[in-house]
């Protein structure tokens, strides 16, 4: 730093100095500090973007088209457009035999049921449906929609694809409430509904207030991909879950519920609270997996599959 002395003209007579201090400007540090402002600004940036783009959680075309190559199963996609929307879905099986439809938890997309889609057993057994729910896959990608509209458009896929044989339910997590909702709203459709693990008691739901908050700009965009999507459709759900209640008892189609006595995502209570609301259903069975967490669909697979074959 220079430290330079000069007399003030103002005070040349009494002779006053006055002490001005002349900083000299470093440029190469001046220009670093914006090179790290910049750097910061475009990960930040690039960050937002990742998370706008990554985790969608679904298979392209081209993985689609291998991994039924690889299982050597025949396969059609389809997406259907109804009301401005479109439900896109992968069917296997005989068209003409019983169909098992399902529909996946949050977040999700059809391939969370692949394994089953390919099972050799399952094949000989029925046609199967697996769908990207509406926010997901390549159903509208990113835009959440509520509990009823889940069920409404997920209906319009079974209308469509109808063929005179039963037709199976088959929900996981948030895709339990969905289903019950359906049977409820359609009971000349369904014939049987099959729970695993569903989130559909009220009161068993955590308040987790946090989720209001991260659904606003711009945290909301921070949260990568189809998690965004589940954010805010688990908000709209838990309220949802309440007009759901007691339409329940209305249902009369035969019911099937797994669930995992230690799950920690959905209490082993949501299948309690269903069998005490299913009081006119055909038929109500529990099937409880001692220890077993929210994951069943894929870490209890053989017993889900000969479950679903005793239907």
């Given at each position: ?161 109808r063929n005179g044989q039963q037709l199976i339910l088959v929900g996981h997590s948030i895709g339990g409430p969905i289903v019950v ?27 987790e207030k946090w989720r209001k908050i991260i659904k606003l700009p711009p945290l909301r965009y921070l949260i990568p991909g189809a ?85």
């Open positions: 730093m220079w430290k330079t002395k000069i007399i003030n003209p103002m005070f040349a007579t009494s002779g006053v100095l006055v002490s001005l201090r002349i900083v000299p400007f470093n440029m190469r540090k001046i220009w670093n500090r914006i090179k790290k402002r910049q750097l910061a600004l475009a990960i930040f940036a690039g960050y937002v973007v990742v998370c706008q783009s990554c985790m969608t959680m679904r298979f392209s075309d081209k993985e689609t088209r291998e991994f039924f190559t690889g299982t050597k199963t025949a396969y059609s996609e389809k997406a259907l457009k109804s009301d401005g929307h479109i439900i896109h879905y992968i069917a296997t099986g005989n068209p003409k035999s019983p169909t098992l439809f399902f529909v996946h938890g949050s977040p999700g997309s059809w391939n969370a049921y692949r394994r089953y889609l390919t099972d050799t057993l399952l094949l000989r057994k029925f046609r199967m449906i697996a769908v990207d729910r509406p926010g997901y896959g390549f159903s509208d990608f990113g835009k959440a929609e509520s509990l009823a509209e889940n069920a409404r458009l997920l209906s319009e896929v079974v209308k469509k694809t909702q359906m049977t409820a709203d359609h009971p000349e459709l369904v014939d049987k509904m099959v729970v695993l693990a569903g989130s559909v008691d009220p009161n068993e739901e955590a308040p998690f965004r999507t589940s954010n805010d459709e688990v908000w709209l759900f838990k309220h949802e879950l309440l007009l759901l209640e007691p339409r329940i008892q209305s249902i009369s189609a035969d019911v099937l519920v797994i669930h995992g006595t230690e799950d920690p995502l959905v209490p082993f209570g949501n299948s309690e609270f269903l069998r005490k609301k299913l009081t006119n259903a055909n038929s109500f069975r529990l099937v409880p997996i001692a220890g077993a967490n929210h994951f069943i669909p894929w870490e209890h697979y053989e017993l889900i599959r000969q479950e679903l074959l005793r239907l």
